[in-house]
């Protein structure tokens, strides 16, 4: 089935470690993002991409970086996390074009840096 | 860039009775304005959109209307279910070769009271 896939679903993790979250999406879509969001509150955009090896920086993007190397795979990698990384990452794609669609969204994945 | 801005930020409603949830955008290039709806601990979803060409689009219970010239677009649901009570989040897209991201407003929160 289409969709797009966040893993873990759950992270607890150390201070100072580094992660990856995973972010596959299997509808063939272009456009890819991160955001940053506390349960219920705005979205903030962390980095999104429009194809393969093209990523942009959003809003809250200084201490991650993301690659695109495949058009299905976007992972974020956080180098060293921090208390303040606390939150729910949610990865999104869409496909762009003149006519601009619906972005789906993956079910997140829930970070707590201890 | 785009900045949208969304208000309220909190709504309580009677069941039965009207909610609008109203936008502003700033980039006049943006042409595709869709509203997510995002429940307790899940993702957000599409629920309508528009696109700069018309200026209202309606699905059930639920309108959208768009005034291009004052740059803003407003969510309105008729006969509130408590079903319909979640965050609400509008966003802008500007028609580009795709290299844009989509920018969400900071949301709103529906309670429909029954």
């Known amino acids: 089935e289409a969709d797009i896939y966040q893993t873990p679903r759950y992270l607890v993790i150390g201070t100072g470690k580094k992660i990856t979250l995973e972010c596959s999406q299997t509808?063939?879509?272009?456009?890819m993002y991160w955001y940053q969001q506390d349960p219920g509150m705005e979205l903030h955009l962390i980095h999104y991409s429009y194809g393969v090896n093209s990523t942009e920086k959003g809003d809250l993007s200084s201490e991650s970086t993301v690659s695109r190397i495949r058009t299905e795979h976007f992972p974020l990698t956080l180098e060293s996390a921090r208390p303040s990384h606390t939150s729910q990452y949610l990865c999104?794609?869409?496909?762009?074009?003149?006519?601009?669609?619906?972005?789906?969204f993956g079910q997140g994945t829930r970070l707590t840096v201890v | 860039g785009e900045n949208v801005e969304q208000h309220p930020s909190t709504l309580s409603v009677q069941e039965g009775d009207s909610a609008v949830i109203k936008c502003t955008y700033s980039?006049?290039?943006?042409?595709?304005f869709p509203w997510y709806k995002q429940e307790l601990g899940k993702r957000p979803q599409l629920i309508i959109d528009i696109r700069s060409n018309v200026g209202e689009k309606k699905d059930q219970r639920i309108a959208v209307t768009l005034n291009k010239t004052a740059k803003h677009f407003s969510l309105h649901i008729t006969e509130t279910q408590p079903e319909d009570s979640a965050v609400y989040f509008c966003?802008?897209?500007?028609?580009?070769?795709?290299?844009?991201?989509?920018?969400f407003g900071s949301g709103t929160r529906l309670q429909v009271q029954p």
């Open positions: 999104a794609s869409s496909m762009p074009g003149q006519s601009n669609t619906e972005a789906f």
């Open positions: 980039d006049s290039a943006s042409n595709y």
């Open positions: 509808m063939g879509h272009d456009k």
């Open positions: 966003a802008a897209l500007a028609r580009d070769t795709g290299r844009r991201a989509l920018t």
